[in-house]
DNA sequence: AAGTAAATTAACTATGAATCTAAATATACA
DNA sequence: TGTATATTTAGATTCATAGTTAATTTACTT
């Protein structure tokens, strides 16, 4: 179920699934701690996290009877690696800045 | 109904969707030139279309009777911007990256 | 004006998604 | 061992989504 685009994409489609991405970005949390900062119950939020594991945007750890939820970036990979298909089609201006992105990664390749 | 970030996100969700974009990203198209390339009846891909249409991500002109398709960053944008959030999250290399790409952009505002 | 071609809309079906309540597991600790 | 705490799962409900076929509008063509 790894790394799956269709997963990724659906996982980020809906907006309770978006908000808690940006609170495991502030810190990581139990599924108590999340459902606290949203009017829902904990077997609904438990459904959305599973659902953001599927898309490898968080992971999960055991520690004794808790488990801590922690965002993960690869998913989030996986989205902008397919967008970036399309940074061609952008306006000039951004073009550019693209251009600029290339030249920079060249450069930190070398460097490593 | 403009630049919704939920209807961007929830366009982005479905492959059907995602394949039109890569073929409007080679070429602006009719709804039937688009159809020929699915499996699948044209009243099923104009409600693709549609909510393309909704999250800024295809838009349309009319020319007599036919209505011609194609790619529109705008929603793209959005959700770019939505992802970037997170850059500061990645691993370091990206985020020497990300230094880069915000000093190159201050470059160009320079400049225009 | 009649006929054809392109596109849209309407009405329906089947499946999936988001939520709830309630029950079941698993771990910690007195 | 028993009880409290943390999480997960099951089952039901409701609403949304993706698709179909059939009917309707709009604009060319002869």
Redesign the pocket.
């Known amino acids: 179920m790894n790394l799956n685009i269709q997963h990724s994409f659906?996982a980020l489609?809906?907006?309770?699934?978006r908000q808690i991405l940006v609170h495991l970005s502030q810190q990581e949390?139990?599924?108590?701690?999340?459902?606290d900062q949203f009017?829902?119950?904990?077997?609904?939020?438990?459904?959305?996290?599973?659902?953001l594991e599927s898309g490898s945007l968080i992971s999960?750890k055991?520690?004794?009877?808790?488990?801590?939820?922690s965002l993960e970036t690869e998913g989030l990979r996986t989205i902008t690696d397919w967008l970036s298909y399309f940074d061609q089609f952008w306006d000039k201006k951004l073009s550019l800045l693209q251009t600029a992105i290339t030249n920079n990664e060249n450069d930190i390749n070398k460097e490593s």
Do not use: F, S, W, Y
Request: hydrophobic share 35%; no cysteine.
């Open positions: 659906k489609a809906d907006p309770t699934r949390m139990t599924i108590a701690e999340i459902t009017d829902m119950t904990r077997a609904a939020i438990k459904k959305h996290l599973n659902i999960v055991t520690n004794g009877r808790e488990r801590i939820n």
